[in-house]
């Protein structure tokens, strides 16, 4: 069903390693120097590394950043004021607030006081005015008498 294990022998095996070469380092004859006037920047400035390579770019002066104009001292009085004028507004809110809550309570607890009054009256109201017929006394039965507070029903 499978296929059997092939051992190849170790001489078989052969393995190649490859070296890298070098490369000759490229001789380049020094460039010239290119003279600069005291005083004057030319366009294209070459400078020579010490490995006699080249590099060739564009002389750039420093970008000077343009004086910030002077602005006038905040006094402290002006910041404290405006700082007062702040938290007078937050607390002014915060009072708005707790008023807006406190007439909120109010109106609830008026609304409920109002609910329990209807409900309570409601229930006396009920009692008052329940149809009772003339009970009045109590009722007992005695030898299929009934007495009914000093009255005789036969």
Known sequence: MYPKPVHHAAAERTVEVHQPTPLPPAVRAPAPL??????TVPSVASIVLPDGRVVTGYAMSPVQPEPLAAKP???RA??????GGVGFLAVCGGLLLLTTFITALTALITQLITLAAICFGGFVAVQIFKPHGHQSGSTVNIRKAIFKR???HG
């Open 34 to 39: 290119v003279s600069v006037q005291p005083g």
């Open 73 to 75: 001292p905040v006094s």
């Open 78 to 83: 002006a910041v404290n004021v405006a700082l």
């Open 150 to 152: 000093n009255k005789f």
